[in-house]
């Protein structure tokens, strides 16, 4: 019995996991009007706040439109990790192709799922800041994005690095990763505003982490953005 309610219950909160993203992808494409490709920018004030996984569930939900192309990017040179929630392998990459040691195609991979792939983040490189402010990655979206209907650039938190900075000039917007009760308003304010001087689109903010379904008895959890919702460390 006590399986069977388990099974129920996890039935349920996957289908308000999937329904939530899914609102989520439509905020996302009603704050950017506009044709051709859609560039994003996801980040966080700082680590451990679910950015990553944010970036992978909502590539997925945007990948399940009907003839939409998605792209992730892993630009967080610093401490990378989008592939491992995709499951695939880190050989060539974005380092890699920046520095000139391999081709666009080399770097391009999928990610299982259908209209989703990822150019994971290939080598550390001792300088990432300059990296994703060259030619070359400038370069590289604008080729990339005849390629895609939507390019997601997961960055590092933008309290703790400027590497998102170069970015926001090649993005359409930025989403604000946060984690319910650890970050604190200063905080958000401070990564606010960091955006804003540099004339980033701010189009909404992720809180991760909300109690809601049952949170002393089985640690369920749901994400909103806006007013949607989202599971903890999963993927859908």
Do not use: W
């Amino acid at each position: 019995m006590a399986k069977k309610t388990n099974e129920k219950r996890s039935r349920a909160l996957r289908f308000q996991v999937t329904e939530a993203y899914k609102k989520a992808r439509t905020n996302l494409v009603y704050s950017i009007i506009k044709k051709g490709c859609k560039k994003i920018i996801v980040t966080s004030p700082y680590k451990s706040e679910g950015k990553t996984t944010t970036v992978v569930n909502l590539a997925i939900a945007l990948s399940q439109q009907v003839n939409v192309k998605v792209l992730v990017i892993d630009c967080d040179l610093r401490r990378p990790t989008t592939h491992n929630l995709f499951d695939i392998t880190n050989e060539n990459g974005l380092a890699n192709y920046l520095m000139g040691e391999c081709s666009l195609d080399d770097v391009i991979v999928g990610t299982g799922r259908d209209n989703l792939d990822m150019v994971t983040y290939g080598a550390i490189p001792p300088n990432p800041s300059e990296l994703l402010s060259s030619e070359g990655m400038a370069e590289m979206v604008a080729e990339l994005e005849h390629k895609y209907d939507f390019i997601i650039f997961d960055t590092p938190p933008v309290n703790m690095v400027v590497d998102v900075i170069p970015l926001i000039g090649l993005s359409d917007g930025v989403v604000i990763v946060t984690k319910h009760k650890d970050t604190t308003y200063p905080e958000l304010n401070k990564a606010c505003d960091t955006l804003k001087r540099n004339n980033a689109k701010i189009l909404g903010i992720i809180v991760n982490q909300i109690p809601t379904l049952e949170t002393s008895k089985g640690g369920y959890y749901l994400y909103r953005a806006r007013r949607s919702g989202y599971y903890r460390s999963q993927v859908y």
